[in-house]
């Protein structure tokens, strides 16, 4: 890998995290606040505290927030009511409006049918045992042991990245290709912008990369074809894949593959830090799972419930509706804050508190509903993954004294930007 490719994604990731950080201020309290005396408000939280919006901004559009589960849940839940079609104004620009998370009704029924089907736990377990487990080992890992220190967020930022290329289909031997791909994926995420005078300049750097991204892409998909598309990987799946009798054609392909890469990596080396210190802060608990395998997944979970990355999901109603009490006109936007839902007292005993023994109960870190992330066991195996082999090859890991205490940021996009460790 060159420098130069690298220091562009670094910069692309720390781009993103800086564009959607929001103001820094400690939001626990504030939801807390707002659960028990303001559960739904008129105002678009989010934009209040500098965060930009994946909508096509329109001053016009009423917003209402919600804070609790119960209403986050009701809003996730009823893809008929609160539809999803104007993230296609929005980010989906980007993507030629072919964008799952933007589709709605019978179109995203058909997509996410011919889709689900190659990103289920027995497909994902093949990659794991295949692809998965030894590339990260192997390539990020075992040449860092004699170290004896690190920083877990240079490979957090690496790895997902390298395993997501990998099972899409992209040849192993270019690894500069893909560190270059990964970074146009992350500069289209930070096309949204909330300074006006950003907006421009940010809007042509992300159309500019996503062309970049779909000639990238395409030429895959084309060489994939002409090459049988026999493999397990995922463009040959999609090649393969029918429904309803119909296939998807390479423009298909190219922009489903696409809409997926700027979130691919990005979610999962965010959840990955925060993962890491909220073990590494609770050196009790990471023994326990170090000691006790079978509480990794546990871990992970709630992980993502306390300190979800995409920490609110907004919808547009589809119709007048009443939510929490208060009149809700059609075309108004509704912002579900996802981590003050994933804390709500009467849902989760302690709910602030770190608990992996805690009973399993819906949260939102991946969404809910019919929009919930189709790649969620891809991300939670790739964790799973990285979790295990950390345990494996660093023995007593542990934060570094020697470096600042790292901490969780970030108002969207959440995570922390350094998690500094030493072992044995």
């Not at 990987?233 to 090649?239: E, H, K, N």
């Not at 004294?401 to 500094?420: E, F, M, N, W, Y």
């Amino acid at each position: 890998m060159n420098d130069k490719t690298e220091s562009a994604l670094e910069r692309a990731f720390a781009g993103v995290a800086n564009n959607y950080g929001g103001n820094d201020v400690d939001l626990y309290p504030i939801y807390r606040e707002m659960r028990k005396n303001s559960p739904i408000i008129a105002e678009d939280f989010m934009s209040k505290i500098g965060v930009p919006n994946i909508a096509r901004y329109d001053a016009e559009r009423k917003t209402f927030t919600v804070f609790k589960h119960k209403d986050v849940m009701a809003v996730l839940r009823d893809a008929t009511n609160y539809t999803s079609g104007f993230i296609a104004e929005g980010l989906g620009a980007f993507f030629d409006g072919l964008i799952l998370t933007g589709m709605d009704g019978e179109a995203h029924r058909r997509a996410r049918a011919l889709l689900q089907p190659i990103f289920m736990p027995d497909v994902v377990n093949t990659w794991r045992d295949s692809k998965m487990d030894p590339i990260v080992r192997n390539e990020y890992l075992k040449p860092l042991v004699p170290q004896h220190k690190a920083d877990l967020m240079d490979f957090g930022l690496h790895f997902p990245i390298r395993l997501i290329y990998a099972l899409i289909g992209f040849p192993d031997d270019q690894p500069e290709k893909v560190e270059q791909y990964a970074a146009w994926a992350l500069a289209i995420l930070a096309g949204p912008q909330v300074d006006p005078e950003k907006a421009a300049v940010a809007r042509k750097a992300a159309m500019e990369a996503a062309q970049c991204l779909y000639d990238a892409v395409k030429e895959a998909v084309v060489e994939v074809r002409r090459n049988g598309a026999e493999g397990n990987d995922l463009i040959s799946r999609l090649i393969r894949a029918t429904y309803e009798g119909r296939s998807l054609d390479d423009h298909e392909i190219t922009t489903f593959v696409r809409s997926l890469l700027p979130a691919a990596g990005e979610t999962t080396t965010r959840t990955f830090g925060s993962l890491m210190l909220l073990l590494l802060e609770r050196p009790d608990v990471l023994d326990r799972v170090r000691k006790d395998r079978s509480l990794v997944p546990k871990a992970i979970d709630e992980a993502i419930r306390l300190e979800p990355v995409a920490t609110f999901k907004v919808r547009q109603a589809a119709q007048d509706l009443e939510l929490a009490g208060m009149q809700i006109p059609k075309g108004a936007m509704v912002q579900c804050i996802v981590t003050s839902a994933n804390r709500d007292e009467d849902v989760f005993d302690n709910s602030e508190e770190f608990d992996i023994d805690r009973k399993v109960k819906p949260s939102f870190g991946f969404g809910f509903g019919p929009h919930m992330c189709i790649g969620q066991f891809i991300a939670k195996t790739e964790l799973q993954v990285a979790l295990n082999a950390v345990l494996d090859l660093f023995p007593n890991l542990r934060l570094d004294p020697d470096q600042p205490k790292p901490r969780i940021t970030g108002a969207q996009l959440r995570g922390p930007h350094s998690v500094p460790v030493i072992w044995d």
